[in-house]
């Protein structure tokens, strides 16, 4: 484990069964998986698709409800969230959403 994780152990990651396969979690997640240094916690439920260079700290909660779709932005910074229904990008407020240095 890296020094500069804030936490002694591993982080806890429970995946629903939409990122059961490879394919699954490459179309998902895509070659650029969230930055995770300072997650305690994930869990992932539902039709959730990931940007590029997202980060997630702490405890996060994403569960998409059937039928819905949750698309978390590029850049997106997620740090102790329970995002739960169908949120697009435009959904996204500055609650959830912190825009990467130099985006604002």
Do not use: C, W
């Not at 949750?70 to 229904?85: F, Q, R, S």
């Amino acid at each position: 484990m890296r020094s500069s994780r804030p936490y002694d152990s591993l982080p806890v990651v429970k995946l629903g069964r939409e990122f059961d396969t490879l394919a699954q979690y490459v179309m998902r997640v895509g070659r650029n998986p969230p930055d995770i240094l300072n997650l305690d916690h994930l869990t992932v439920a539902g039709d959730v698709v990931f940007g590029r260079d997202v980060t997630l700290r702490g405890s996060v909660i994403i569960v998409a409800k059937n039928g819905a779709k949750i698309a978390i932005p590029d850049g997106a910074v997620l740090e102790d969230k329970v995002l739960a229904g169908d949120l697009m990008i435009s959904d996204l407020s500055s609650q959830f959403y912190r825009p990467p240095p130099g985006m604002t």
